[in-house]
């Protein structure tokens, strides 16, 4: 639908075994739709470098962006810069700016930054810094894959503070959703007609169960405002017609 | 680590968009860990069939069981049981028993079966049957791959009462956390150290920055528990003697 698309790959073990519930796929989601970019896919993989390395090189040739979280961090499972600098072929350096960064923070503190904490400085050549107030460990961008940290917190503060201001803003995307307190089965051959009779539109059905709550939340998305306001038209006059009750 | 392997694929535009938080991975994540099943990838796709059947492929031959959500249901949109009988090169049918199940849950109800929902009961030939007791309608199982509904509630008694007891307890795997008060820039030589003599363990380091509370989470896991005993004791020890605080 947008020329604009988006992956995201999520690195760590910490999610998989379910000890920690991925948020950052979920913020990440909310913010490229503000932007006009349609997410087409995202992966969890652990932290192992023949598959984040696979998953990169897949990932950085099919969407226009790509953007990672995890694995940037000091300790011997983040491996991410180092994935990073394979897939792209590209020498793993000491990046001078993310040094000065590092030693201008650790400077105003009690940390001594030590050989583990130089790591984070090591980034793929060619990269260009993604900076954040939380943290004075920057992410990075090479090509058009963004890295950011693990920790939420810092993932946020990267992607607001200096992703967001840098994608330039693509066709906004238009949607509409309306709350049809009926099971999906109920207007599963409308709905298909609908489809039918509307292609520029994406129509989406999602049933609720929460009883006594039982029905379907049809999502309609389009990149024309006038296609949204014609089909929903038409559903709600069905519903209405049908005496079946709706929110929208 | 383990022998058994997983693989899970997330299915719907609904969490692509960012509309729909997908927690449906992170409950079958916490369960496989009870069986012994080391989750390997979760990837969420759109619902596109080309998509869908591209990485239930390559899933069905990378991992020893494939679970699948959403895409079931009675709606244009829901085309996950035809994706599957393309995956698997079989033929889609009315399956008989889920024709019955259908046929007397609706019989006690006021809804007609009618052919939106008819739908739900054709299913790849060969497939068995996944029941719950919240919906009439079946997931299934196809070789290693199981499909279940994408609403939580109905997707959570899929997997508790008909799944999790036809998985065979495989070899526990062992594990244990321990949070220390300190960056991990501070502990990570320790660390790495630590993972290169106990290679049979599995060391893990995850950042939690929730201020005044900064520190590091170090998960350990292996299959056997003495290697965690013995390894864990190690940190303690240093973390004792260097005056760090944590708990275990």
């Known amino acids: ?39 087409e896919k995202i ?21 226009s962006y790509v953007f990672t979280t995890g694995g940037i961090g000091p300790t011997h499972d983040d491996i991410t810069a180092e994935c990073m600098s394979k897939a792209f072929n590209k020498k793993l350096i000491l990046n001078k700016t993310a040094h000065n ?54 993932m946020q503060a990267m992607f607001l503070e200096d992703i967001e201001p840098r994608l330039s803003l693509r066709k906004k995307i238009f949607s509409k959703s309306i709350k049809v307190f009926k ?11 609908l489809q039918n009779s509307f292609k520029s539109v994406e129509i989406g059905s999602y049933p609720f169960y929460t009883p006594p709550d039982i029905g379907t939340t049809v999502i309609f998305t389009s990149l024309e405002n006038k296609n949204i306001i014609n089909s929903t038209k038409v559903l709600c006059k069905f519903l209405t017609e049908a005496n079946i009750q709706f929110l929208r």
Chains 1, 2 share one sequence.
């Open 1 to 39: 639908m947008s020329n604009s698309t988006a992956g995201i790959i999520i690195i760590g073990d910490e999610i998989l075994s379910g000890r920690t519930k991925d948020t950052n796929s979920n913020f990440i989601a909310n913010e490229l739709v503000k932007v006009g970019i349609k997410l």
């Open 101 to 154: 960064l590092l030693k201008n923070y650790y400077k105003k503190t009690k940390i001594i930054l030590n050989e583990s904490r130089l790591k984070m400085a090591y980034l793929p050549a060619s990269s260009k810094l993604i900076k954040n107030s939380v943290s004075a460990a920057p992410g990075f961008k090479i090509k058009n894959v963004w890295v950011m940290a693990g920790v939420p917190k810092i």
């Open 43 to 63: 992966v969890i993989v652990p932290d192992q470098e023949k598959i984040i390395i696979e998953n990169v090189k897949e990932f950085k040739k099919s969407y």
């Open 183 to 193: 099971p999906e089965g109920d207007i599963a051959k409308f709905l298909g007609n």
